[in-house]
């Protein structure tokens, strides 16, 4: 997309966040109590932030219309670690916010992320996906005025050589796979295209692993579905506040809600970019125990 990478601790840091992950990872100070979601770009992040902070908050707004995913803009609810916040050695403002998210690998986290009790959920997508994606929000927002940017073909061969936004994507996932199998009370892993196939048995899971479980009579008065309903990719698409306006002076806020399906990259890869990826991630997942689907059900527009 015409941004300019550095190679740092061997993944791919986009070079205007340099600094602001070198200064997360010397000064945030991971609490216990906070909640840390993990993704690469257009992995189904948004979607994970209004499930869990709606999940944490249930019984602070019981009434859903009062909860702030009314009235802030999605991806906001939890604040990125390395796009919405500098650290530095004391900044008393920082104090109070207890969700964070982040794209940086796990390797790269700051340490007291991995030393402190503080839990990690981890989104991932299937590649093809996450690529089209990503190419659809950087090409709508413009990211590099004067880059031209590269063509689709070009793109996805950099995608496949590894070269991506904190790519490369395997090692990202993989990264997040590993610790999980290592301490599944530490990381939880999830994927999105199982949230879309049982998005409540997902919310059920969070929810258990965040420590806070539905009770049987919160399950028979539907708050799980009510949930569900609530961070809806209908709901949250047409939520005002994520209507109109922009973050970062030019990432629409709308473009954090595009199509939100499974295997839409049929419209824009051909079969033989498909298999060249299918290839690769069998390869690089090969006994890692980890699967991705790139199969899609997406009728051709
Ligand atoms: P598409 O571009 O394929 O539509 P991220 O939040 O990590 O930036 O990922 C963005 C992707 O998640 C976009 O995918 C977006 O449409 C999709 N998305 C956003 N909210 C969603 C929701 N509630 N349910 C399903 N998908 C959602």
């Known amino acids: 997309d015409g941004v300019r990478f550095v190679k740092y601790?061997?993944?791919?840091?986009?070079?205007?966040?340099?600094?602001?992950?070198?200064?997360?990872?010397?000064?945030?100070?991971?609490?216990?109590?906070h909640i840390i979601l993990?993704?690469?770009?257009?992995?189904?992040?948004?979607?994970?932030?209004s499930l869990t902070?709606?999940?944490?908050?249930?019984?602070?707004?019981?009434?859903?219309?009062?909860?702030?995913?009314?009235?802030?803009?999605?991806?906001?609810l939890f604040p990125n670690l390395e796009f919405d916040l500098y650290w530095e050695q004391e900044n008393p403002n920082l104090q109070n916010i207890q969700n964070f998210s982040t794209h940086v690998p796990f390797h790269s986290l700051p340490k007291s992320i991995i030393e402190s009790e503080c839990r990690?959920?981890?989104?991932?997508?299937?590649?093809?996906?996450?690529?089209?994606?990503?190419?659809?929000?950087?090409?709508?927002?413009?990211?590099?005025?004067?880059?031209t940017p590269f063509e689709l073909d070009e793109a996805f061969d950099m995608f496949c050589r590894?070269?991506?936004?904190?790519?490369?994507?395997?090692?990202?996932?993989?990264?997040?796979?590993?610790?999980?199998?290592?301490?599944?009370?530490?990381?939880?892993?999830?994927?999105?295209?199982?949230?879309?196939?049982?998005?409540?048995?997902?919310?059920?899971?969070?929810?258990?692993?965040?420590?806070?479980?539905?009770?049987?009579?919160e399950e028979e008065q539907g708050v799980v579905e009510e949930?569900?309903?609530?961070?809806s990719f209908e709901n949250l698409k047409k939520l005002e506040v994520n209507k109109n306006g922009h973050v970062y002076g030019i990432v629409k806020k709308s473009s954090y809600f595009r199509k939100g399906e499974v295997g839409d990259w049929i419209n824009y890869l051909t079969p033989a970019m498909?298999?060249?990826?299918?290839?690769?991630?069998?390869?690089?997942?090969?006994?890692?125990?980890?699967v991705f689907n790139t199969q899609s059900k997406v009728v051709k527009n």
Not at 10 to 27: E, N, P, T, V
């Open 227 to 231: 949930i569900t309903k609530l961070c």
């Open 120 to 147: 990690i959920i981890y989104i991932s997508r299937n590649p093809l996906d996450m690529f089209i994606s990503y190419r659809h929000f950087s090409l709508e927002n413009k990211f590099v005025k004067d880059a």
């Open 38 to 49: 993990a993704s690469l770009p257009k992995s189904g992040t948004t979607w994970l932030k």
């Open 162 to 217: 590894g070269i991506h936004i904190m790519g490369p994507f395997w090692d990202h996932v993989l990264g997040f796979w590993n610790a999980h199998l290592e301490n599944p009370r530490k990381v939880l892993f999830l994927k999105y295209e199982d949230l879309k196939e049982d998005v409540t048995f997902n919310v059920k899971k969070i929810a258990e692993f965040l420590g806070c479980p539905f009770s049987p009579e």
């Open 274 to 290: 498909a298999e060249r990826m299918d290839k690769l991630i069998e390869t690089k997942f090969k006994d890692s125990g980890l």
């Open 9 to 33: 601790q061997g993944f791919w840091c986009a070079l205007y966040l340099f600094r602001q992950i070198l200064s997360a990872q010397k000064h945030f100070k991971a609490k216990d109590s």
């Open 53 to 76: 902070f709606s999940i944490v908050n249930r019984n602070i707004y019981p009434n859903h219309e009062e909860s702030p995913l009314f009235t802030c803009h999605t991806p906001h």
